[in-house]
Every structure is written in structure tokens, then in C-alpha cells.
């Protein structure tokens, strides 16, 4: 019996031994888990794995005029194109947690997002406008906003940069070897704008019928319109090399150019179909193309 115990004793150190060491293990991985959280609910220090927030837009429906029962599907649907793109906003902002630089989330998705409505409700106030009061400042209801509930890991809340966010690439600095994106030596972590190359878009005032006399002012405007969008997204194109991901220069830029120009030939297409015959298809102009 006398020597069981002491046999008894080793077994029962080494357990207490074993146990301490578990505990002290335990506490050590939950203290390395919040390492990476704010501890002032979202300061200076955001969270890695924060959530990405949600977009909302400002309601459409409920500024409307009464719609012409004519306008009444096209604004309908125009109306349920809003809610798609708001959807899609929101899968993109959390598809893309960890991408881009500090602005990724105004030039990526919001801008983007913030065109498209432009075009929609411009569309709604056209539709209203064939038999009614065409109405006013729809525009002012395109801009949406990010509602953070945590940052998008670089893009940080509301497109700042955050710091001690995006784990691998100190707040995005420069946007230096983007994390995601750091096998694309020699490109800065963007291999989507290595070089600026050029926008080239396809000519719409050659493809224009007879314009009116009425609508010429109107029309010239809107052609110089296009002129000057072409010339600020290859101003924007040499101002962001090295910026953004794979798909940066697709949509930040060539994206919502697209998007400006639809509504640009939009407006075209509506002044001269105000005393004469409606071009048809001026829509598939409105795409650009990058040249390197």
C-alpha cells in the first residue's frame, strides 16, 4: 500500500499538470482571437473579420407623382430594377471583403451603384413624362451611403481607410501589395491597371438621324457631355495605377462610364423623339473599351 501512493501521487501531479497547461492554452488562443478587435466599438481599430455593413439608397416609389396609368409598367419595373441593384451592391460589398484600397468601396461599388440609379430614375421620370408632368430632382435619390457594421477590410466604413484592418497590408497603405493580390509581382497588388493605357468609345454623333432645329442645343450639350466623361475616365486611369484589384479598372471605371453614357444617349435619344422619329439603340454605344 505504502508503495501504490506514492505511484498514485506522480499520476495525480501529472493530470493537475496536464489540465493547467490546457487552461493556459485555452486563454492564450481566446486572448490571440480578440487581439484583432476594437476595443472601442469600432475606432482606430477595426476588426479584420468585421462585417461589411449594408448599402441603403434613399426611396423612389414614395416621391413619385401619381403615375399615368400608360407609365405605370415601365415605372413598375424600373422600380424593381432599383431594388436589384441594391441587392447586388450589397452581395458585391461582402463578396469583396479584403479587396482594394481605401476608396474600394466609394469607386467600386457605390459609385457604380450611384450611376445606375441616375439611369433608372431618370427612365422612371421619362416614362411619367410622355403623358404627364415630367417630374423634377429624381437625380438627388441616386446617392446611396454605407451603413458600417464593421469595415470592408480596407475599404473601411463608409470607403476610409481603417487602420490595423485588412491583416497583411497595414490599412492599405498605398495600397501596396494588396493581400489577396501579392502573387502579381511587379504590379503593386493591381492587375487590373499596371499601365494606364487608353478609353476609347464608339462615336455617337455619327450614328445620330437628321436632328431638329428644337432639339439641337439640347443634343450638342449632351454629345460634349459624352466628350468630357471620356476625357475624366482617362484622367481617372493615369491617377489610379497601381490602385485596386484584378477588376479595378472595370469597375470603377469603365463600368460606370458605361452607366453615364446610357443615360447621356438616353437624353439624346428623348430630344430629338420629341418632334421626330426616336433613334433606336443608342444604348449599344455606351460601352467602352480599355486599349493597353
Not at 160 to 183: E, I, Y
Not at 192 to 216: E, F, Q
Not at 229 to 236: G, I, K, Y
Not at 250 to 256: D, F, R, S, V, Y
Request: aromatic share 2%; hydrophobic share 40%.
Amino acid at each position: 500500500m505504502s508503495r501504490a501512493l506514492p505511484k498514485y501521487n506522480k499520476r495525480r501531479v501529472t493530470f493537475i499538470g496536464g489540465a493547467a497547461a490546457v487552461a493556459l492554452s485555452g486563454t492564450a488562443i481566446a486572448g490571440f482571437a480578440l487581439a484583432g478587435e476594437s476595443s472601442d466599438g469600432g475606432g482606430t481599430n477595426a476588426r479584420t473579420l468585421a462585417g461589411p455593413g449594408t448599402i441603403s439608397c434613399p426611396d423612389v416609389r414614395s416621391k413619385l407623382p401619381a403615375v399615368p396609368a400608360s407609365a405605370k409598367a415601365e415605372v413598375d419595373r424600373n422600380l424593381a430594377l432599383l431594388n436589384t441593384q441594391i441587392q447586388e451592391a450589397n452581395k458585391r460589398l461582402v463578396d469583396t471583403v479584403g479587396q482594394g484600397g481605401p476608396n474600394f468601396v466609394q469607386n467600386a461599388i457605390l459609385g457604380p451603384l450611384k450611376d445606375k440609379r441616375v439611369a433608372t430614375v431618370n427612365r422612371i421620370a421619362t416614362a411619367i413624362g410622355r403623358t404627364a408632368a415630367k417630374p423634377q430632382g429624381l437625380d438627388s435619390l441616386a446617392t446611396c451611403k454605407l451603413n458600417a457594421a464593421g469595415t470592408n477590410a480596407g475599404g473601411g466604413a463608409a470607403g476610409k481607410p481603417q487602420a490595423g484592418g485588412n491583416a497583411g497590408n497595414a490599412g492599405n497603405a498605398g495600397n501596396a501589395g494588396n493581400a489577396g493580390n501579392s502573387g502579381n509581382a511587379g504590379n503593386a497588388g493591381n492587375a487590373g491597371n499596371a499601365a494606364a493605357g487608353t478609353i476609347t468609345c464608339p462615336d455617337v454623333r455619327s450614328k445620330l438621324p437628321a436632328v431638329p432645329a428644337s432639339a439641337k442645343a439640347e443634343v450638342d450639350r449632351n454629345l460634349a457631355l459624352l466628350d468630357t466623361q471620356l476625357r475624366e475616365a482617362n484622367t481617372r486611369l493615369v491617377n489610379t495605377v497601381g490602385q485596386g484589384g484584378p477588376n479595378f479598372v472595370q469597375n470603377a471605371i469603365l463600368g460606370p462610364l458605361k452607366d453615364k453614357r446610357v443615360a447621356t444617349v438616353n437624353r439624346i435619344a428623348t430630344a430629338i423623339g420629341r418632334t421626330a422619329a426616336k433613334p433606336q439603340g443608342l444604348d449599344s454605344l455606351a460601352a467602352c473599351t480599355l486599349t493597353k
